[in-house]
């Protein structure tokens, strides 16, 4: 399953939450099974975005955090470990393997498979915080606009298919000669 399929069913569930605290007034927690199974993902988002967005999380949920400028800071405050739990996580369901994921943040591999776990039994768990934490940040690299370089192609004719002259006097006229 792709980030765009997972994200979208993230945006769904949330919108659902939504409608049901509103019509009944209590909270709901909706996982998705399967879904967070990693796969290797070949149009996957740079690592420092999910970073950013998971760091962009933690301060807005916790100002106190305000000066962490990356993941590469330690501290074994709850908070901050759950939001850098989510990002191994989603890195790791993004197609980044361990290694690569704690290289970026200079940690060992066996910290970000103890990352994972931990995230895994939050869900499990259906843990409110945490399940927030992971669902906001899926919802917000899903609304990330960026420019994948994949889908930038080279245009070899930089020629128009057609030319067209405009006269000029009472009324413009257009006229379209092909170039062929």
């Known amino acids: ?51 950013r967005i998971a760091l962009r999380n933690l301060t807005e949920n916790y ?17 901050y470990m759950m939001h850098l739990q989510a990002f191994c996580i989603i890195a790791y369901i993004e197609g980044y393997n361990k290694s690569e994921i704690a290289r970026y943040i200079e940690r060992n591999h066996a910290s970000i498979i103890n990352s994972i776990d931990q995230a895994e ?20 690299l899903n609304n990330y606009v960026g420019i994948p370089e994949n889908n930038i192609k080279k245009q070899n004719n930089t020629q128009p298919s057609t030319n067209t002259i405009l006269l000029t006097g009472k009324n413009i006229i257009a006229y379209n000669i092909s170039a062929e």
């Open 1 to 51: 399953m792709s980030i765009e399929e997972l994200s979208s069913m993230h945006n769904a569930i949330a919108r659902f939450e939504k409608r049901f605290k509103k019509q009944f007034g209590e909270e709901v927690t909706v996982l998705i099974g399967t879904a967070d199974s990693p796969k290797l993902n070949k149009n996957r988002v740079a690592i420092r975005i999910i970073e």
């Open 63 to 79: 100002p106190a955090f305000k000066s962490i400028k990356n993941f590469k800071y330690r501290t074994r405050k709850v908070q």
């Open 121 to 140: 039994n939050y869900l499990y768990q259906k843990w409110p915080e945490y399940v927030k934490i992971h669902s906001n940040t899926l919802i917000q």
